[in-house]
T-cell receptor, first 112, second 116 residues
Framework: SQQGEEDPQALSIQEGENATMNCSYK?????LQWYRQNSGRGLVHLIL?????REKHSGRLRVTLDTSKKSSSLLITASRAADTASYFC????????????FGKGTKLTVNP | DTEVTQTPKHLVMGMTNKKSLKCEQH?????MYWYKQKAKKPPELMFV???????INESVPSRFSPECPNSSLLNLHLHALQPEDSALYLC???????????????FGPGTRLLVL
């Protein structure tokens, strides 16, 4: 079964608004990563947050991690039409083998 | 150079054909991955190579045969595929942490495969 579950499955906002996506997982992790995928293209890495970190920033992106709740959130501030994409969280499990487990993703649409 | 390249971009094949997908990276990464992605679904891991050796096979049917000729190249040989194998095939690479952690994966643009 999928380790990470994103919420919501789909999100539609206007340009300039903030977008928040959440990811929940079930077992202990080494790190959690967020990726973006434009339609039909490869995935692009956004942020990696380690289990001992609580928050990371990259430009307009802010990622938080709450290991007690086994959840993470991705905030995109001042969204742009170019942010329209699918966003996936991926977890690196403690004691897991050399792989990431991807969640189902959130489809973000930013309307101009 | 943080690019992973994949060829071809598109591939149409019949169920009796043999074809190969190619992936290349020059970032010095020693871990390489094949994923399969169906429309509106997350990527599903197929194979992992670490230091040119197959380390993970996620119970993939034998009609998919991976090969890692050297540290920069990864191939996926296809034979006798089924229509349900039509999907986007993604290659990725990453550094190996040496501590059992997964590092950032860099993805290629994918090969869109259609099996008729």
């Amino acid at each position: 079964s999928q380790q990470g579950e994103e919420d919501p499955q789909a999100l539609s906002i206007q340009e300039g608004e903030n977008a928040t996506m959440n990811c929940s997982y079930k077992t202990s992790i080494n790190n959690l990563q967020w990726y973006r995928q434009n339609s039909g293209r490869g995935l692009v890495h956004l942020i990696l947050i380690r289990s001992n970190e609580r928050e990371k920033h990259s430009g307009r992106l802010r990622v938080t991690l709450d290991t007690s709740k086994k959840s993470s959130s991705l905030l995109i501030t001042a969204s742009r039409a170019a942010d329209t994409a699918s966003y996936f969280c991926a977890t690196d499990l403690v004691g897991g083998s050399e792989k990431l487990v991807f969640g189902k993703g959130t489809k973000l649409t930013v309307n101009p | 150079d943080t690019e992973v390249t994949q060829t071809p971009k598109h591939l149409v094949m019949g169920m009796t054909n043999k074809k190969s997908l190619k992936c290349e990276q020059h970032m010095g990464h020693r871990a390489m991955y094949w994923y399969k992605q169906k429309a509106k679904k997350p990527p599903e891991l197929m194979f992992v190579y670490s230091y040119e050796k197959l380390s993970i096979n996620e119970s993939v049917p034998s009609r998919f045969s991976p090969e890692c000729p050297n540290s920069s190249l990864l191939n996926l040989h296809l034979h006798a595929l089924q229509p349900e194998d039509s999907a986007l095939y993604l290659c990725a690479s990453s550094q190996t942490s040496g501590r059992g952690y997964q590092e950032t994966q860099y993805f290629g643009p994918g090969t869109r495969l259609l099996v008729l």
